[in-house]
């Protein structure tokens, strides 16, 4: 596992934008798994920056994105489908056929969930898995106890995450009870895997997710059995790790390595 730490979240997404567009350069074709909630919003800012100023081209790039909430239509303002669309994609030259997400409104959610796994197989993998962290330490909505192994599918919103997720609706009730998400192991079988964590709020979920055991109950833990994982965080996500000074000496001193 890398650590990075940067002094903010400008810095923050911009580092992981860097990451994405070398992905881009060295591969233009890539599949990108791709993460909602607020976290990433400065990155995708940046990717669209860095297509209108820098050409940054998405022509032949195709998307995963890792979960949707169970009974929001595509147009609904809370979907991740509309998040996506008014946050990145609209703004960027990817062909809408390349974009890929849950849908919170089939009819029949147990042969979507096995299509979904195997269009990523079909499309070579995610070359680079973008993720967030929920306050409990889940990774999509991949909640505590869910199996490491999992694969697509609904999963039961914790209490929690509902309450965290309150902030973008009128009120908790109309949070959805259900999402549908990747699972561990589908997030697990990424190429290269970067998890973005900002605030004060985030830094015990990520302490236990990278020096804690790797347990079900913090589905980020998992990421410990990847061996290709990054974490980038803000001061505040990393301050709770015990670790902290050498991950910055190594981050100092990597440059120089043999
Ligand atoms: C939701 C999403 C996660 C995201 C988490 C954190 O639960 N399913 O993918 O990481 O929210 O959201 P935020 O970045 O807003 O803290």
Sequence with gaps: MEIIVKDSVEEMSKAAARMVARTLNAKPNAVLGLATGSTPLGLYKELVRMHNDEGLDFSQVTTFNLDEYVGLTQKHTQSYHYFMHENLFKHINIPPQNVYIPSGTTDNYESFCKWYEQRIVECGGIDLQILGIGSDGHIAFNEPSSSLGSR???????????????????????????????????????????????????????????????????????LQLHRDTMFILDRGAASGLKMLDYYQWIQDKMPDAP
Excluded at 157 to 173: G, H, V
Excluded at 179 to 187: E, F, K, P, Q, Y
């Design 152 to 222: 697509t599918r609904i999963k039961t919103l914790a209490k929690q995450t509902i309450d965290d997720n309150a902030r973008f609706f009128d009120s908790a009730e109309e949070v959805p009870i259900y999402a549908i998400t990747m699972g561990v192991g589908t997030i697990l079988e990424a190429h290269k895997i970067i998890l973005l964590a900002n605030g004060k709020n985030k830094a015990d979920a990520v302490a236990q997710s990278v020096e804690g055991p790797v347990t079900s109950l913090i589905t980020a833990s998992a």
